[in-house]
């Protein structure tokens, strides 16, 4: 069993940044692939950005392109996304998520198998 805590929500104005944790914990070697899913009041999960342990390849959602990095840090089992320039159309809550499979293209809520409680991001205008 892997646990997933997210850390680093809060509120923001547009323009603004925040910096999202995730550390993985519950399993001598970390997930294959770590992502950050968001989902809005009445709307479904989407993908946001993920990234590779060995090889380090991102995707992202073509609205994030830009403005949002990810990044991991293997040795301590953790995922950040730093989220430039903000908009409140980010507003959502953000999950992390994490996998033992192997995807060329992880976008998709059904491709992870573990997922954090998530933290809130709210944007004002």
């Known amino acids: 069993q892997v646990q997933l805590v997210e850390s680093g929500g809060g509120l923001v104005q547009a323009g603004g940044s925040l910096r999202l944790s995730c550390a993985a914990s519950?399993?001598?070697?970390?997930?294959?692939?770590m992502g950050w899913f968001r989902q809005a009041p009445g709307k479904e999960r989407e993908f946001v950005s993920s990234?590779?342990?060995?090889?380090?390849?991102?995707n992202y959602r073509d609205s994030v392109t830009g403005r949002f990095t990810i990044s991991r840090d293997n040795a301590k089992n953790t995922v950040y996304l730093q989220m430039n320039s903000l908009k409140p159309e980010d507003t959502a809550i953000y999950y992390c998520?994490?996998?033992?499979?192997?995807?060329?293209?992880?976008?998709?809520?059904?491709?992870?198998?573990?997922w954090g409680q998530g933290t809130q991001v709210t944007v004002s205008s």
């Open positions: 519950g399993r001598t070697f970390s997930p294959y692939t």
């Open positions: 998520a994490a996998t033992f499979n192997l995807y060329s293209v992880p976008v998709s809520v059904s491709q992870y198998d573990y």
């Open positions: 990234i590779r342990r060995d090889d380090g390849i991102t």
